[in-house]
T-cell receptor, first 113, second 113 residues
Framework: DTGVSQNPRHKITKRGQNVTFRCDPI?????LYWYRQTLGQGPEFLTYFQNEAQLEKSRLLSDRFSAERPKGSFSTLEIQRTEQGDSAMYLC???????????FGSGTRLTVV | GQQLNQSPQSMFIQEGEDVSMNCTSS?????WLWYKQEPGEGPVLLIALYKAGELTSNGRLTAQFGITRKDSFLNISASIPSDVGIYFC?????????????FGTGTRLKVLA
């Protein structure tokens, strides 16, 4: 197993465009998390999936953001009508226990120009 | 979003020195994690703590779960250049019916050879 994989690693987009990121978790992990990290800050929780069910969404996740995890495998995070404030590192993590540590991917760095 | 307080924010040390950093919260946590993040990468789990008062080591790293359950400490002994990075603590919270980790603001470590 190669760990949590995120694509693309980097994305530069113009304001107003839509972007989609993909996360492939560790195969035996049924829990998947999306976090956002801005410069100089720690990761902030966005949303959580257990299998294919999205169980929690943070208030940080505005209605321009949507996440899916079809069939409980990979997940996608889409941002519509991007704004400059969306520029950040988007991190995906997975785990097989609720209270164990998460394994993070390398992240997707989004720059909105 | 909520973040835990870490101190110091940054530190410059000489190779071979010992390092101490801590993480505090106004809330009680039942699990603490410590992660290290290098530039352009996702956080990597270093140590997990599950019980108040617990002291756990991982090589030159030692972490403690504070007795009050509101703080945690990380020590690095005999630092080496590859210890450079940002160290994050994370506390497990249970809100909106799900468990998730809240991260600290990070301690940026630079080691001078």
């Amino acid at each position: 197993d190669t760990g949590v994989s995120q694509n693309p690693r980097h994305k530069i987009t113009k304001r107003g465009q839509n972007v989609t990121f993909r996360c492939d978790p560790i195969s035996e992990h049924n829990r998947l998390y999306w976090y956002r990290q801005t410069l100089g800050q720690g990761p902030e929780f966005l949303t959580y999936f257990q299998n294919e069910a999205q169980l929690e969404k943070s208030r940080l996740l505005s209605d321009r953001f949507s996440a899916e995890r079809p069939k409980g495998s990979f997940s996608t995070l889409e941002i519509q009508r991007t704004e400059q404030g969306d520029s950040a590192m988007y991190l995906c993590a997975s785990s097989y226990r609720e209270v164990g540590g998460y394994t993070f991917g390398s992240g997707t760095r989004l720059t909105v120009v | 979003g909520q973040q835990l307080n870490q101190s110091p924010q940054s530190m410059f040390i000489q190779e071979g020195e010992d390092v101490s950093m801590n993480c505090t919260s106004s809330s009680i946590f039942n699990t603490w994690l410590w992660y290290k993040q290098e530039p352009g990468e996702g956080p990597v789990l270093l140590i997990a703590l599950y019980k108040a008062g617990e002291l756990t080591s991982n090589g030159r790293l030692t972490a403690q779960f504070g007795i009050t359950r509101k703080d945690s400490f990380l020590n690095i002994s005999a630092s080496i250049p590859s210890d450079v990075g940002i160290y994050f603590c994370a506390g497990l919270t249970h809100t909106s019916g799900t468990y998730k980790y809240i991260f600290g603001t990070g301690t940026r470590l630079k080691v001078l050879a």
